[in-house]
T-cell receptor, first 112, second 115 residues
Framework: DAKTTQPPSMDCAEGRAANLPCNHSTISGNEYVYWYRQIHSQGPQYIIHGLKNNETNEMASLIITEDRKSSTLILPHATLRDTAVYYCIVRVGSTNAGKSTFGDGTTLTVKP | DTGVSQDPRHKITKRGQNVTFRCDPISEHNRLYWYRQTLGQGPEFLTYFQNEAQLEKSRLLSDRFSAERPKGSFSTLEIQRTEQGDSAMYLC?????????????FGPGTRLTVT
């Protein structure tokens, strides 16, 4: 699985959009980008995934650059409950089979 | 749907003792994963089952570690002759192999402290 690079920490004001970047310059054509988050003392939680098109669900939006070497997770209106560690993962295929290789993630702190 | 459950939530043991953790996946899920997470780092993959078959094992899974899923439902992870370096959070995840199914659902983890 390709390696990802994320900033170690970011702050965001409550109610504003949080934009979390991820670099995956060695991504292969059959690898998808997945985002998970981990709130303190809980297991990771799936947020969203995509291949090359931008994706949106009830939690977030995922913007993938045309060359697929980087992506941005957008939380449109961050709340205090969004304070967590966010992990960007690349994994072969669009199914849940196989391992996920986590990096150290970005600690997002949403401030009042 | 009660989610993935893990037991115990916390375990303190002395170096050299054996410990066993249990994971109960979401009932219809046929895939089950074990990960280990140390403080300040992301989870590291240990092993993966589809039904009762263990399909992949990480090099992190030394011969002191063994995982089983005998009936394709719950799983156990045993660590023999524990070492202080085994202190970590052990996470279990499960998923269902169906078209369009892409989430891995994680449990709350078992925190192991080896003294």
């Amino acid at each position: 699985d390709a390696k990802t690079t994320q900033p170690p920490s970011m702050d965001c004001a409550e109610g504003r959009a949080a934009n979390l970047p991820c670099n995956h310059s060695t991504i292969s054509g059959n690898e998808y980008v997945y985002w998970y988050r981990q709130i303190h003392s809980q297991g990771p939680q799936y947020i969203i995934h995509g291949l090359k098109n931008n994706e949106t669900n009830e939690m977030a939006s995922l913007i993938i650059t045309e060359d697929r070497k980087s992506s941005t997770l957008i939380l449109p209106h961050a709340t205090l409950r969004d304070t967590a560690v966010y992990y960007c993962i690349v994994r072969v295929g669009s199914t849940n089979a196989g391992k996920s290789t986590f990096g150290d993630g970005t600690t997002l702190t949403v401030k009042p | 749907d009660t989610g993935v459950s893990q037991d115990p939530r916390h375990k303190i043991t002395k170096r050299g003792q054996n410990v066993t953790f249990r994971c109960d996946p979401i009932s219809e899920h046929n895939r089950l994963y074990w990960y280990r997470q140390t403080l300040g780092q992301g989870p590291e993959f240990l092993t993966y089952f589809q039904n009762e078959a263990q399909l992949e094992k990480s090099r992190l899974l030394s011969d002191r570690f063994s995982a089983e899923r005998p009936k394709g439902s719950f799983s156990t992870l045993e660590i023999q002759r524990t070492e202080q370096g085994d202190s970590a959070m052990y996470l279990c995840a499960s998923s269902f192999s169906a078209q369009g199914s892409y989430e891995q659902y994680f449990g709350p983890g078992t925190r192991l402290t080896v003294t």
